[in-house]
């Protein structure tokens, strides 16, 4: 794998292809809206920028090397055209989904794998027109994506394992700042995968706690202080 694609340049978007340069990948960045892209770019140029000054990004990277490998292209077709990979982030709109996938489908190299960052959404159903079925994997990822280590990768019916093979070895490159990846794998998709589900118990909770704590006097100071810990995504 040489080339990532990643179609839509959002918060997510531009999240994951700054974290595909700084794993040593050439990425084509694309999204529909020039003025968003061009925002995007600069973002992930101040992002690479922050992390060289630090001292964060690996050996014999610099902020201005890894930028020659990123390119913004507003067409799809030609975004898509020379990519091994492709991640997609785009809004959690299921018609939407399939509508892009069917076009990837057409656009991308037969090898290629085609991933969404869906949170929620079936990766069934959203490879139903794609003509690959067997190419493409839920890749989740937890903003901000270059601090926290996390990536669930969620098969669908027909998800092969070498797109789960392979899928996993390209997300491993992908360097955090909390250190090495932490990269599950759900053989069965379910609503909301691993983490969403356990966020709306963990919710539940902490909407007790705080009734708890105002009904006994206590200063949401002190439950903040001894719960941040429990409550950060590792």
């Not at 892209?37 to 001292?55: D, H, M, N, P, Q």
Request: hydrophobic share 45%.
């Amino acid at each position: 794998i040489n080339t990532i694609a990643v179609i839509g340049a959002g918060t997510m978007g531009h999240e994951i292809a700054q974290v595909a340069l700084m794993g040593g990948f050439n990425v084509v960045l694309n999204d529909l809206n020039n003025e968003i892209l061009v925002k995007a770019v600069s973002k992930i140029e101040s992002g690479l920028k922050r992390l060289e000054t630090k001292g964060r990004l690996r050996e014999g990277f610099t902020a201005s090397k890894l930028m020659k490998n990123l390119i913004q292209e507003e067409n799809l077709e030609v975004a898509v055209s020379k990519a091994d990979f492709v991640f997609e982030a785009i809004p959690e709109i299921m018609s939407i989904k399939q509508q892009l996938f069917e076009k990837l489908g057409k656009f991308a190299p037969n090898n290629a794998i085609l991933a969404t960052n869906t949170s929620t959404m079936s990766i069934t159903e959203i490879a139903q027109l794609s003509g690959r079925s067997d190419k493409v994997i839920g890749c989740h990822f937890f903003t901000p994506i270059v601090v926290l280590r996390l990536i669930e990768l969620i098969k669908g019916k027909e998800t092969s394992d070498e797109t789960v093979e392979i899928s996993l070895k390209v997300c491993q490159k992908f360097p955090a700042l909390k250190g090495k990846r932490y990269l599950p794998i759900l053989e069965k998709e379910s609503p909301g995968f691993i983490v969403n589900r356990l966020i709306i118990g963990s919710s539940a909770y902490l909407n007790w706690l705080l009734d708890f704590a105002m009904e006994k006097g206590i200063p949401l100071e002190q439950i903040e202080a001894e719960t941040s810990d429990l409550m950060e995504i590792r």
